[in-house]
């Protein structure tokens, strides 16, 4: 090893001088920050190496397209009050709606469809040929890839309704789903599924207001195909509640029948579910979510169903309920099991105590209230479910709300009754089972067709508003979003107080005592169960080289536990300054940046205020998330300039690095390049360490000591392994074992440059195929796809192995003048693939087509950087070699994951399984 680190040292300083003369001082990028727009433009070659990413066709987009207004038309009788206006060249996004209209809510679900603009550039096309990948063969019909959208309305307040359908077009996508891809459809023959029994009620008035007939669907029907289609489509759809702790649900889809829906609208309902199609109606009770908002409005005079409920987080039911200690002086009914507090009678005291309605809190007859209701449903249900014999109970409908105490009193009451037999479970999308499966209902929409890998849920701006409360249109305009932002920031405080991290408010005692929750209040917003939009993808598959898809899970770190929530959240909060400069100094710093930028914070720290109401929730989430709400506030590349000058300083002293490799030993350049990864993957512009080293000292400064910690044994440390593998033993001057490598890149800059191009080149020295396989949409300063294809040909320019390569694998078409010239069919190709993400994590359940192609005739990956290969896929195994390669760049994940240090390296080989 003392001749490798020799090496090393020379090749650093050798890289050090280079460096000096390209590279500029981190420390002045900092606060050069306005004007990095106008240098950007300075900067940025003709065809530069980062110079393409306004184009990407993005995969995860969840910005809505503008309507195109040309053309624009009204339709049929101009004196109409209200005409329909036909967009003739609003060809992209086409919509289509269903609906339940029930007693109290209606419930609107629909979609939208973006149409894919795939882009034309030699890498695509390239790939698409090698790997045969065509558009929709797997299918007689193709599946529309698109967004769900969930909204609802109050059912008195129907006329919102109509405007709000009227004002998106909505109707317009009630034709002929085969019509969905057809210009400017004509509504004229516009039928909209329907249930509930609005859909017999409102009828006339769609038929009036809307032009459009409701095709009625069989409530029972819908509720059923709804929760069907969400408990296998949905990962984290279903959740327990037990004394304030949500635990989400891993439903196997082989084993989900039969199970017992209780649906809690207005009234309730108990359905036997077989299978699909296949169910009973069981039971029902008229005690239901109607009864608890309409008594519940005459004895409290409450304005509205959440002033309600929220009265009762400061209620004690005590006042008024008839306890078994009442009864007993203060005493259990232990022989039978019945303690001092529980309730003997709901309401019973008020029979005894001459008292009127106004001597009573508000507060209290609401807890009371929902405390009675809660607790039979769960009894009744509970009944029903040990008549057949049934082990799980899925509550649905809006009476439920998401509200933690409602579903700690429905839970216990079946635990009690089922001696913890029978199980309680709730449903995320709780009141839109109606309306899903009305939409079900839509033949060929092929959305059944769909698989859970298809689906992502994202949660936009506006998710909250449309999905929790009542409210008119979501916020789909970007100003919209920000005006309510800063009408929000005006109003309160809340946004910037300490992000509460406690569990929310429960009982603690299983629905039986006082809820301790007092002084808690009910969000208004609703977003204490955020429904999100979902993104139907259909070009997203498994990855096929995992080794055991069924049990993978991508998240290392689970932030159900509350102290890693709090640690990284806390993390990332602190990075949120650095990050909105950039992503504001990205758009040149106008003050429409900034206000985006403050929207974006705010946004940020709200979402975060209960994050378990998106589903179950790691690391890897958190980060996404963030990327997420970036491109929400239309922040495309907030790195875009930091990436460009990384890559154009690391590209100069590319062909020095090439040399010193050059002159080295088959082993010591092995290891030489397994350091030079690691020692690279330090530019990372996502940890706070990282980014205070930035602030400190130069490229030089970090990238020596980078280098100066690369001795080993690193603290995992399974190079010899690897090195055996790739090498053999001995120096026989075997070939490389592997067909095709599989290389999973991370930053840009002296990461790709430096680090995993020097690698990718030796595989391809030794006659391995490699395919880069980099991200579709930004993510900190991670290199994309779309960029990657300029940075090779940039070293191309330097290096043969590479330009044969790139011009194989297609990267490369007439792209520079080369000197020798020669196209040999034989040399063996680089290729660029998408991964189908826009994070800095890997989930390798949801990658891109292209990248599934790819893999299929691979026999090594290697992942890099710590988002790829620590917070996710750190114990996730696969049927081919594996090397996972990361400098961890934080202390505790350091401690937590290695028993290390910060800055302490990985370098993890693990043969195929
Ligand atoms: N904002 C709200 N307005 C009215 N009721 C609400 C609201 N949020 C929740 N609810 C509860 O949800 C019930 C309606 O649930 P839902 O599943 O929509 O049934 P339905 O189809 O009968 O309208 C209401 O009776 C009430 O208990
Ligand atoms: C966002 C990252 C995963 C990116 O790391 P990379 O994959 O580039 O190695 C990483 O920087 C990170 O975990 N940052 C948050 C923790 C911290 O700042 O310490
Ligand atoms: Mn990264």
Redesign the pocket.
């Known amino acids: 090893m003392g001749g490798a680190g020799g090496l090393t040292e020379d090749l650093v300083l050798g890289i050090n001088d280079h460096i000096k003369d390209a590279v500029v001082d981190v420390r002045e990028r900092g606060s050069e920050s306005v004007e990095e727009g106008e240098e950007e433009r300075e900067m940025v070659p003709p065809r530069g190496p980062t110079s393409s990413s306004s184009g990407v066709s993005i995969h995860r987009s969840s910005s809505r397209p503008q309507l195109d207004l040309s053309g624009a038309a009204i339709q049929g009788n101009f004196e109409e009050k209200d005409p329909t206006i036909l967009l003739p060249n609003q060809s992209d996004d086409i919509y289509h709606l269903a609906l ?6 209606i ?1 609107l679900v629909y979609f939208s469809r973006h149409e894919d603009r795939p882009l034309n550039d030699r890498r695509k096309k390239s790939i698409k040929e090698r790997f045969g990948i065509s558009n929709g063969n797997r299918r007689s019909y193709p599946i529309l890839g698109g967004r769900l959208h969930f909204v ?1 309305f ?2 008195h307040k129907i006329n919102e309704c109509l405007d709000f359908i009227h004002s998106k077009q909505l109707h317009w996508g009630g034709l002929d789903p085969h019509q969905w891809t057809s210009e400017a459809p004509n509504n004229e023959n516009a039928i909209i599924k329907a249930t ?1 029994g609005g859909a017999y009620k409102f009828a006339d008035l769609f038929k009036d207001r809307l032009g459009v007939s409701l095709d009625k669907e069989d409530e029972m029907d819908c509720l059923v195909a709804g929760a069907n289609f969400l408990l296998k489509a949905i990962r984290h759809e279903a959740f327990t509640h037990m004394e304030g702790q949500k635990e989400f649900v891993q439903i196997d889809h082989n084993d989900l029948f039969p199970y017992l829906l209780v ?5 309730v309902s108990m359905i036997k579910v077989d299978g699909d199609g296949k169910f009973q109606r069981v039971s029902g009770t008229n005690v ?3 009864t ?3 008594l519940g409005r005459l004895l409290t005079k409450c304005k ?3 002033e309600l409920l929220e009265l009762s987080q400061r209620g004690d039911n005590r006042t008024i309920d008839m306890l078994v200690g009442d009864i007993y002086g203060g005493m259990d009914y232990s022989k039978i099991g019945l303690s001092a507090s529980t309730i003997a009678s709901s309401f019973g005291k008020a029979i005894s105590e001459n008292k009127e309605l106004e001597d009573y809190r508000p507060e209290d007859i609401s807890l009371s209230l929902l405390r009675m209701i809660s607790y039979n449903i769960g009894q009744i249900a509970y009944l029903n479910a040990l008549r057949f014999g049934l082990k799980r109970i899925f509550f ?4 439920i ?1 998401g509200h933690a105490y409602t579903m700690d009193t429905i839970s216990f009451a079946v635990q009690f009754w089922s001696n913890g037999e029978a199980q309680a479970m709730f449903l995320r999308h ?2 839109f089972l ?1 309306a899903l499966g009305a939409f079900m209902s839509y033949e060929k929409h092929g959305l059944d067709d769909l698989m859970v890998h298809q689906l992502v849920e994202r949660f936009p701006m506006g998710a909250p508003y449309t999905g929790g ?2 409210h008119g249109p979501p916020l789909g305009d970007l100003n919209e979003k920000i005006s309510w932002m800063e009408k929000f920031v005006r109003k309160g405080t809340e946004i910037i107080a300490p992000v509460p991290m406690a569990p929310p408010g429960t009982t603690g005692l299983g629905g039986f005592e006082v809820p301790s929750s007092k002084g808690d209040t009910l969000r208004s917003d609703a977003s204490a169960l955020n429904v999100g939009v979902l993104h139907l993808v259909p070009t997203l598959e498994v990855f096929p080289l995992l080794s055991d898809p069924k049990t993978y899970e991508p998240n290392t770190i689970d932030l159900s536990d509350h102290s890693e929530l709090e640690y990284w959240f806390t993390v990332l909060s602190e990075h949120l300054p650095d990050l909105v400069d950039k992503a504001v100094a990205s758009e040149g710093g106008t003050d429409d940046a900034k206000r985006r930028g403050d929207a974006f914070a705010h946004y940020w720290i709200r979402l975060m205020e209960e994050p378990a109401a998106y589903g179950k929730f790691g690391l890897a989430n958190l980060l996404e998330l963030r990327e997420e709400c970036l491109r929400e506030f239309q922040f495309v590349d907030a790195y875009r300039s930091i990436k460009q000058r990384e890559n154009e300083a690391s590209l100069a002293v590319l062909p020095d690095l090439l040399m010193e490799i050059d002159s080295m030993s088959k082993e010591t350049r092995l290891l030489t390049l397994i350091e030079g990864v690691l020692a690279a993957n330090i530019f990372d512009w996502g940890s706070r360490a990282c980014v205070d080293l930035y602030h400190k000292g130069t490229i030089i400064e970090i990238y020596r000591m980078s280098r100066d910690k690369m001795r080993r044994p690193w603290r995992v440390d399974d190079f010899d392994m690897f090195k055996e593998r790739m090498l053999g033993s001995g120096e026989n001057n075997r070939p490389c074992p592997y067909k095709r490598a599989l290389l999973f890149v991370d930053n840009s800059g002296a990461d790709i440059v430096l680090g995993m191009l020097p690698l990718a080149r030796e595989l391809l020295r030794c006659g391995t195929e490699v395919v880069l396989v980099a991200n579709s949409l930004p993510a900190l300063n991670d290199v994309t796809a779309m960029e990657l294809p300029d940075i090779v040909a940039e070293a191309a320019k330097h290096c043969d192995i590479l330009r044969r390569a790139a011009e194989a694998g297609g990267l490369l078409v007439d792209a520079m003048n080369i000197q020798d010239g020669s196209k040999e069919s034989s040399s063996v190709p680089l290729m660029v693939v998408e991964n189908g993400c826009g994070s800095p994590c890997i989930d390798f359940r949801q990658v891109s087509s292209e990248l599934a192609a790819a893999a299929k005739e691979a026999d090594l990956i290697i992942l890099e950087g710590m988002g790829r290969a620590l917070h996710t896929n750190f114990n996730a195994r696969f049927k081919c070699d594996a090397l996972k390669l990361a400098m961890v760049k934080n202390q505790r994940l350091a401690e937590k994951l290695i028993k290390g240090n910060i800055y302490d390296c990985i370098c993890r080989y693990e043969p195929a399984r």
């Open positions: 339940d209209i029930g007693g109290s809510l419930k609802k109050e059912t509930g649906n809690i609208g207005s009234g239901g979510g109607g608890y908002w309409g509205s169903f959440d649905g409908g809006f009476f709300r709780e009141g109606g409360n009542i």
